[in-house]
């Protein structure tokens, strides 16, 4: 029988309340299927019979593996496919599929576009390189970091959100994004925002033709805590060419829906990653955080179920605007509106870098 040992996983749901999730080791043999987790490893054995529906799946930048554990279902996923034959084949051989779908082309090349305004029109004119240097150490300044954070919050891997924000490392400009090709999970959300919103594509400045793209993209980290049941942010920055952009873009983003209609798109762009087709979302509700910062922000709150976890799951996107820039944060949360004031918090100080003169992190 095949055997493996696969690092770099993590667990959602926990084995245990408030047990890691991360970082986890995977063991398979022919008794069944260990989890070591924790500092130090607690083991956790599962026999193969007590498994059930059990699923391999190839998802952006690794793989995930979900299997029903008395009466739970739990999904692991890790960001990286080095062990992808061994474990397909463990998988197989004790009964679960191998789901092997096509890739999306472009989805993930333009995650962070579904998320933000702007991506889809013409290419801006560049500064002289020094300012684009200042441009950058500035958007990358607005971000979220570890210190806005209390006690008890860490950086992780393995979310959800990964499917919305490109990671923290890659900067993306004006000339490295790549359009999405036609039929593409791209098209199907952009359609369905559209008419939520009740916008044409011609004139729409979030998906549609109007769009224009940003000098700059940088996103944080994912950040994690089990407050409140569990918890994850994380946000984007772009920073645009001219104040008009990002004006004509906050024209658009006022609508009455907006919102709604972009987290139900957000919504719709994860849940494909486990369909063979791009669901339709109903529009989720708008929502207005409460901040004692002056300036422009609107978002919306949907909820979410998502393979692997049992519980209900809010997503919350909101997006703030200011100058040059333009900031999209998103939030899962297992308890609404428990949460409302510590996301409204983090938006709170988000407004205040890109209302700053230097949008310097304090």
Known sequence: MTTFRSEGWAVRPSFVPHGATAPVTLLGDEHGLTQLSGNPPVAWQSPWSELSSIQLLRVARGMALVATIDGVRYCWRTNNRRDYDVVAE?????????????????VIA?????????????????????????????AKAVNLTQRDFPSGWYTTNGSFLEYLF????????????????????WTQVSAQFQSCLGVSARKDRVFGEAGQQPDYQVSSRIFGSQTDGGIEVADLTQYYRTTTMVKKDTAEMSMKKFGGCLVASNAALILSQYKSNVPSVPAGTDWKPLT??????????????EPGVTATLHLVTVVATAGHYEVTFAALVE????????????????????????????
């Open 90 to 106: 463990v998988v197989v051989e004790h009964g679960g599929k191998v789901i092997r779908r096509k890739r999306r082309a472009g």
């Open 110 to 138: 333009v995650a962070a576009v579904v998320l933000v305004a702007s991506l889809a029109g013409s290419i801006g004119a560049f500064f002289s390189g020094s300012s684009k240097d200042q441009e950058l150490t500035d």
């Open 292 to 305: 004692f910062v002056h300036g422009w922000a609107r978002g919306g709150i949907t909820t979410l179920s």
């Open 166 to 185: 490109p990671p923290a490392k890659d900067v993306i400009t004006s000339t490295s994004t790549t359009a999405p090709k036609a039929n593409s999970a």
């Open 335 to 362: 308890k609404w509106p428990e949460t409302k004031s510590l996301i409204a918090g983090l938006v709170n100080t988000l407004k205040s870098r890109i209302t700053a003169g230097n949008s310097a992190a304090v």
